[in-house]
């Protein structure tokens, strides 16, 4: 069945306005960078010990990545309502967190569960007097277990053992105490993975939208948005510091309350808009995107200042305010291109020559066959090749070319690909499987940041925090730019940045391992660095092979190797470890390089094995790019087998 077509917003100014909006839905979407503020207040209030507490981490990841889901409803609702449901599950989840970590609701679990068990009382007769004395004064014990009301009377008929009884009331005791931990503990973890599943809701509206919006800047488009989402964690941090005075209970409130209403506000600027097709170092597009990436990079170094400074000298309240109305000011730099476009309007275009390198061109061919290139006389009639509506196999014919014919086939890469065509492709696995292994590799040193911090000797870990942050937005910012740079001037894959990435992480690997003096904030740094390239260059890298068309899809199937990551080496090999060794000290906290030694050299070798995978996947692929970027622009290509 084809899908609604969408009405899109025509102007050169509304793509810019919804990146600036993006920009904001994005930054909140990094509300799973909390964790590490207030996890050590959750474990201190629910008395859990690293693993339950890594286990939760776990949680966090896979709600953050599973967007499975909103990867279709963005093919069939507009953006506003693939929003909607994000705001929903931002507020729920979080809420019942706060409820928890805040005490406002005492046992938890109880209050939802085992509420109709009050009132219940268990009575044992008893005939003999081993009780001894207190039995002969009272005759008649109360056992009052959490909600639950137990008495053991002396009676005269039905005799049972009070010994008997006695066992019967610790049993269920145990029972109710065990029923209460685990299911208080599941609820945590459920209520986690809903608040953090927003962002994938968030994050991939926004950026399925403006892929589409800007479709030959995808490289760019996804470093910028997604750079965004790695400073999120230092902007966080900032208002968990500088507005919230470090209170855990405070920021879960402001992600409940907060990140809703922001998204609401900018969920009416997130819609299809007409594509911009400029493309090159000498467009006003690129001069836009040079402008707002220099404010990005602006924004990522006054936070790490101010988180510095802030640590070593204590503001008041009056500048701690103004230090944060100066963060917002830089988040909101992105409007002055649209401000700039609506005050100095540009000069308007004639459509581009046939054959210029700034055409999209639409390729129907088959690989033993070379057919015509059907070329448009302008880009409107290649809007809809980028939203719902892309129209049928009919339209598009008439479109471009009237008395074309075309025979439906298999797509080919840099076609688009169905979801379950794209699923049975080496290439997809393999970059599945690297994406998984270098990812999931990061995810684990920033879920345990904080211990290992406390580990190697640093007991306060927000710098560190802070750093990684940092380091991340510029692993983001950069392979997104440079890898666009190096595929449209020598059609290089992206995957080799994934390559280079892995190498340089298992290098930092050891140096964790071996805890050398003065590595930990270097390893740090670049650990922060790889990750954001890892994460970024797979963005492009999905659309590029498989095609934007169910590009939300596919790329959302991709995120699943994170929490998948995340479960295996944070959540079972690392906690496990660090458990272990602390168990050896006599303590709930390691101390000591032994704490993750394990660990890291596991992840080390994982690093190793995606290093061989990716070199295979960039020899594999290195055609394709070649294709694709023939004369130094995207040429974008759509599959004779649309299949309307």
Not at 134 to 144: S, T
Not at 227 to 235: D, E, L, N, R, T
Not at 277 to 298: C, K, R, W
């Amino acid at each position: 069945m084809p899908r609604r077509q969408q009405v899109l917003k025509h102007g050169s100014r509304p793509p810019w306005v919804g990146l600036a909006a993006a920009i904001w839905v994005q930054t909140s979407a990094g509300s799973a960078y909390n964790f590490p503020l207030y996890s050590p207040a959750l474990k201190s209030v629910m008395g859990y010990n690293q693993q339950l507490v890594t286990l939760l981490g776990v949680a966090n990841d896979i709600g953050e990545n599973v967007g499975i889901l909103p990867g279709i409803a963005c093919n069939k609702f507009p953006p506003w309502a693939v929003m909607l449901v994000g705001v929903f599950m931002c507020f729920i989840g979080y809420f019942v967190i706060w409820l928890a970590v805040s005490e406002t609701v005492k046992g938890l679990p109880y209050w939802l569960v085992i509420k109709s068990m009050r009132g219940l009382s268990f009575q044992f007769k008893v005939a003999s007097l081993e009780f001894g004395d207190e039995l002969n004064v009272r005759k008649k014990l109360e056992f009052q277990v959490s909600t639950c009301h137990i008495s053991c009377v002396h009676g005269t008929t039905n005799y049972v053992d009070c010994s008997h009884a006695l066992w019967s009331v610790d049993r269920m005791n145990r029972f109710v105490e065990e029923f209460g931990f685990w299911f208080e503990l599941s609820l945590l973890w459920i209520a986690l993975v809903i608040a953090t599943n927003s962002n994938a809701w968030f994050g991939t509206s926004v950026l399925v939208t403006n892929m589409r919006n800007f479709p030959l800047s995808r490289g760019t488009i996804a470093g910028l948005l997604k750079g965004y989402v790695g400073i999120s964690a230092a902007v966080y941090t900032v208002v968990y510091s500088l507005l919230l005075k470090s209170n855990a209970s405070s920021q879960l409130l402001f992600l409940a309350v907060g990140i809703p209403l922001i998204c609401l506000a900018m969920m009416y600027f997130i819609r299809p808009c007409e594509p911009s097709f400029e493309s090159g170092e000498d467009s006003s597009t690129h001069a836009h995107f040079v402008f707002t990436q220099a404010g990005s990079i602006l924004l990522a170094i006054y936070l790490v200042v101010i988180t510095i400074t802030y640590d070593l000298v204590k503001f008041s309240n009056a500048i701690c305010y103004v230090l944060v109305v100066i963060m917002i000011l830089l988040m909101v730099y992105p409007l002055a291109i649209p401000i700039k476009m609506t005050l100095f309007h540009p000069p308007k275009k004639t459509g581009p020559l046939s054959g210029s390198s700034e055409n999209l061109v639409q390729e129907e061919g088959i690989s033993t066959q070379t057919e015509p290139l059907l070329v448009p006389s302008s880009s409107a009639s290649h809007i809809d090749s980028f939203h719902d509506g892309y129209g049928s196999d009919v339209e598009t014919l008439l479109a471009v070319g009237e008395g074309a014919v075309k025979k439906k086939r298999k797509p080919h890469r840099g076609e688009d690909f169905k979801f379950r065509e794209a699923f049975v492709k080496a290439d997809f696995w393999l970059l599945w499987v690297i994406y998984f292994l270098g990812v999931g590799s990061g995810v684990t040193v920033l879920n345990n940041l904080a211990q290992i911090g406390i580990a190697f000797g640093e007991n306060d870990t927000t710098i560190l925090l802070c750093m990684f942050s940092f380091c991340n937005f510029l692993g983001r910012l950069g392979s997104g730019v440079i890898s666009e740079h190096f595929a449209r001037t020598r059609a290089l894959p992206r995957t080799i940045f994934m390559t280079c990435a892995l190498v340089i992480m298992i290098v930092m690997f050891v140096l964790y391992a071996y805890a050398l003096n003065g590595t930990l904030y270097v390893s740090t740094a670049l650990i922060g660095v790889c990750f954001g390239v890892l994460y970024v260059t797979m963005v492009p890298t999905v659309s590029e092979l498989f095609g934007l068309r169910n590009f939300g899809l596919i790329y959302n199937f991709m995120l699943i190797g994170n929490p998948i990551g995340a479960l295996i080496f944070s959540g079972l090999l690392a906690g496990y470890v660090y458990d272990a060794e602390a168990l050896k000290q006599g303590t709930s906290t390691c101390v000591g390089p032994d704490c993750f030694r394990l660990t890291f050299l596991i992840l080390a070798g994982m690093c190793g094995l995606g290093t061989i995978l990716s070199i295979i996947l960039t020899l594999r692929i290195r055609p394709v790019y070649q294709m694709l970027y023939a004369g130094g622009s995207f040429r974008i290509i759509q599959s004779s087998s649309d299949g309307h």
